[in-house]
């Protein structure tokens, strides 16, 4: 499986931040795998975001207080998060995966005016 990262590399604050997950030689619909998205900040160590399961059922870091949200598009085999209300601390590298087996090269994502 092997997955790729898409979005703007630059939000403002206060937006709302949308990135997309592009998966190929896997469905996102099979095989009881949860579809994760995870963050690194620069000089810190990986957050847990949230997943989208294989049957649709999602899950949230707590810290992030609500305001992220996992969807997918099932007939393009992709899943997005979206992250409102970002400020320069959601500044990271972002992940994408099939957890825990395959990860994306990742995408860098800074929120500044």
């Known amino acids: 499986v092997q997955l790729q990262e898409s979005g703007p590399g630059l939000v403002k604050p206060s937006q709302t931040l949308s990135l997309t997950c592009t998966v190929s030689?896997?469905?996102?619909?099979?095989?009881?795998?949860?579809w994760s998205w995870i963050r690194q900040p620069p000089g810190k160590g990986l957050e847990y975001i949230g997943y989208?399961?294989?049957?649709?059922?999602?899950y949230y870091n707590p810290s992030l207080k609500g305001r992220a949200s996992i969807s997918r598009d099932t007939s393009n085999n992709q899943f997005t998060l979206q992250l409102s209300s970002v400020t320069p601390d959601d500044t990271a590298l972002y992940y994408c995966?099939?957890?825990?087996?395959?990860w994306g090269q990742g995408t860098q994502v800074t929120v500044s005016s």
């Open positions: 995966g099939r957890d825990p087996l395959d």
């Open positions: 030689g896997g469905s996102i619909t099979t095989g009881n795998f949860d």
């Open positions: 989208i399961s294989y049957s649709g059922s999602t």
